[in-house]
């Protein structure tokens, strides 16, 4: 049985990779296929596995009521919820099967922020066994890094285009 999406959109990704997982509705943006495909040769890591690429509206809206869920319980605000990068293909999930992803320090260098902004992302958030890249458009001058604990953001730090890294 043919897979639904089963296109492929560059030598190492197919389009069934970027699809949401509730509809099959695919956003591809060319400047993060092509990110990952030089992100790709660039680390020799071999094959990345694209988890969280795209989402439509329904399971975005989902995905923040979970998140307000949680809040209301712990006696937080809620997050109003917006459209996600993931709405309009600017983010990927990525593992990579134990290599680079899982390996990158959980302190970020002035060098790993300038390594991933040679690529185009803007966004980079390390799990114990997963990397967000975010390739959502904030302007030239901040880039966003951060941690996850136990699939939680935690640690969220913004760089400045001159360097200097402030607590958001």
Not at 118 to 143: A, C, N, S, Y
């Amino acid at each position: 049985m043919a897979r639904r999406n089963d296109v492929q959109i560059s030598e190492h990704f197919r389009a069934f990779e970027a699809e949401c997982p509730c509809c099959g509705l695919v956003v591809i943006r060319a400047e993060v296929v092509d990110a990952l495909e030089r992100l790709r040769a660039d680390r020799g890591s071999g094959p990345l596995a694209a988890t969280s690429w795209c989402r439509c509206e329904r399971d975005n809206a989902r995905i923040y009521e979970k998140k307000n869920h949680r809040r209301r319980l712990a006696g937080l605000p809620e997050i109003a919820p917006f459209v996600s990068p993931h709405v309009v293909g600017c983010v990927e999930g990525v593992i990579d099967g134990g290599g680079w992803a899982v390996d990158l320090p959980l302190v970020y260098t002035a060098a790993d922020i300038q390594y991933f902004r040679h690529f185009g992302v803007h966004g980079l958030g390390i799990g114990p066994d997963f990397t967000h890249i975010d390739f959502k458009p904030r302007g030239l001058e901040q880039f966003r890094a951060w941690t996850y604990d136990f699939g939680k953001p935690t640690r969220l730090v913004v760089v400045d285009v001159d360097g200097s890294e402030h607590w958001a």
